[in-house]
């Protein structure tokens, strides 16, 4: 099983969720803000005051060019694109977390000063940027910090940053249609009914007219309801 597929794996879990959206505020709702841009449309379940702060939030900037260019390059070395699926570059993440910053502001510091942190080790270790370095020192320098180290204390201002941001890109990539789909996640299906069972209704002297049984029951359990966009069942 390579990374993703684990990742994918965690996500279908029944404790993905809450260890995921760790790293955002509780009452944040991640992916509905991608972008560096004011979302067109009003966005589902938004209030008018959020969407109101959502715009000013969308207007203003936080990291620089090349902060934003570097949490680019973090963002998809924890998930790069495959064969079925973009990168999370290709999803938006970055400008995500750029919008988380500005949303929920004590990330601001772990954020820039995780990249500070990495861009110091990156240069004792190899005398360049954390972007300079060639991939296998980048893979090096991330190994380092990909997991909690008790015996290495001078990695721990590390390890916070690298599990921030890994929690802030698989929240942010996982919750936009590219990695909705990418799960092969459906969500909620609405089955046609097939009515009250036959002996409930006899318990209680009751029946279905038998033209609203033509219309509104179907034995077929498995069917899938399909409405038109009135909002009326189909078929």
Same mark, same amino acid.
């Given at each position: 099983m390579d990374r993703r597929d684990t990742i994918k794996s965690l996500l279908l879990g029944s404790l993905a969720g809450g260890a995921l959206l760790a790293g955002c505020r509780a009452d944040e709702k991640p992916g509905e803000t991608a972008g560096t841009q004011a979302p067109?449309?009003?966005?589902?379940?938004?209030?008018?005051?959020?969407?109101?702060?959502? !715009?000013?939030?969308?207007?203003?900037?936080?990291?620089?060019? !090349?902060?934003? !260019?570097?949490?680019?390059?973090l963002c998809d070395l924890i998930l790069p694109a495959d064969g079925q699926s973009g990168s999370a570059t290709d999803a938006g993440v970055p400008e995500f977390i750029e919008f988380i910053a500005k949303d929920i502001p004590e990330h601001q510091v772990?954020?820039?000063g995780g990249m500070m942190w990495l861009n110091h080790r990156a240069k004792r270790a190899f005398g360049m940027t954390f972007a300079a370095c060639a991939p296998e020192q980048q893979k090096q320098l991330l190994d380092e910090i990909a997991h909690p180290n008790e015996e290495a204390p001078e990695l721990q201002p590390g390890v916070a940053f690298f599990t921030l941001l890994r929690s802030l890109t698989l929240t942010g990539y996982y919750t936009t249609r590219m990695g909705i789909e990418s799960l092969g996640y459906q969500g909620n299906v609405t089955n046609i009914w097939d009515g009250v069972p036959a002996d409930v209704l006899a318990e209680h002297g009751l029946s279905y007219d038998e033209e609203w049984l033509a219309k509104c029951a179907n034995p077929n359990r498995e069917e899938v309801a399909e409405w038109d966009e009135n909002g009326n069942l189909m078929g």
């Open positions: 067109q449309t009003e966005g589902y379940g938004r209030t008018p005051e959020e969407m109101k702060r959502d !715009a000013e939030l969308h207007q203003e900037t936080f990291f620089t060019e !090349a902060e934003i !260019a570097m949490l680019a390059l772990p954020l820039q």
